[in-house]
């Protein structure tokens, strides 16, 4: 499990490390609809939403379903 919270508006591209090709991108922007707790899993070496817009404040938390070990990386 891996959290972060997104406290600066901007857009953010998020990888893993061990897997480059494993990305998506946080869009934090005042007003989003999402806000508070967003829980995302990472499951068949992909992350569950390709992208996501939130508002700043918000906690993404990840969830690695696979047996591989991933990690949540900014670019
Ligand atoms: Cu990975």
Redesign the pocket.
């Known amino acids: 499990m891996a959290s972060f919270v997104f406290n600066e508006d901007g857009e953010f591209s998020v990888y893993?490390e061990?897997?480059p090709v494993?990305k998506m991108k946080v869009n934090v922007e005042e007003d989003a609809s999402n806000s508070g707790e967003v829980k995302l899993d990472?499951a068949h070496?992909a992350f569950s939403e390709e992208s996501m817009t939130i508002s700043p404040g918000t906690v993404i938390t990840w969830a690695n379903q696979d047996s591989?070990?991933?990690?949540v990386a900014f670019e």
């Open positions: 893993c061990p897997h494993m990472i070496y591989a070990q991933h990690n």
